[in-house]
């Protein structure tokens, strides 16, 4: 899942407006395939709501493991990966879904299931049309090879990967 080979740019999974992926189970990754410099010049502060409503302040950094070709920004599991890839880009709407406060502080997603929109929103909070951004500079790779036990070893395998990758828009104060 995180070979040059295995990573597809978001532009050609969506293109023609279809989106070629399968319908099936399984685990997901969003990659940065985008100049790294330029992910590491956007804002990469975000204030988290901790235990009691305690402000957590979080910088992401440059901490991903060197085997991997790309930086990860997002992981997932899907009991259908096409729908699930769809819900997290919201192509329907080209401009920003969510605003980001000068504090920085996460604000709650458009809905619980566009992760890496809201992340892409977050960090280049000046990008007037983000899915330039994710179609341009974003690449997903999937696993949908899971046959005994599916269930249990995509959860386990979504946190194992979450551990081993880093990806930054997984962090959040209740892990």
């Not at 992910?39 to 990469?44: A, C, D, P, Q, W």
Request: a positive charge; glycine letters at 4%.
């Amino acid at each position: 899942m995180h070979t040059i080979k295995s990573i597809k740019k978001i532009s050609e999974i969506t293109e023609h407006n279809k989106i070629n992926l399968p319908e099936k189970s399984g685990v997901y990754a969003f990659w940065w395939l985008g100049s790294k410099t330029d992910l590491m010049k956007s804002n990469r502060d975000i204030v988290l709501s901790g235990p009691n409503k305690t402000l957590v302040s979080v910088k992401y950094k440059d901490w991903w493991p060197p085997e991997l070709e790309y930086p990860c920004l997002y992981i997932g599991k899907s009991t259908n990966i096409k729908k699930r890839f769809s819900l997290h880009l919201k192509r329907g709407s080209p401009n920003r879904l969510h605003t980001i406060p000068k504090s920085n502080k996460k604000q709650r997603p458009v809905t619980t299931s566009c992760q890496l929109r809201h992340g892409i929103e977050h960090i280049f909070n000046n990008e007037k049309n983000p899915l330039d951004v994710i179609n341009e500079s974003v690449g997903f790779s999937y696993s949908t090879d899971f046959s005994n036990n599916a269930t249990a070893e995509r959860f386990f395998t979504e946190d194992r990967l979450i551990g081993t990758w880093r990806p930054w828009f997984n962090i959040d104060s209740e892990r």
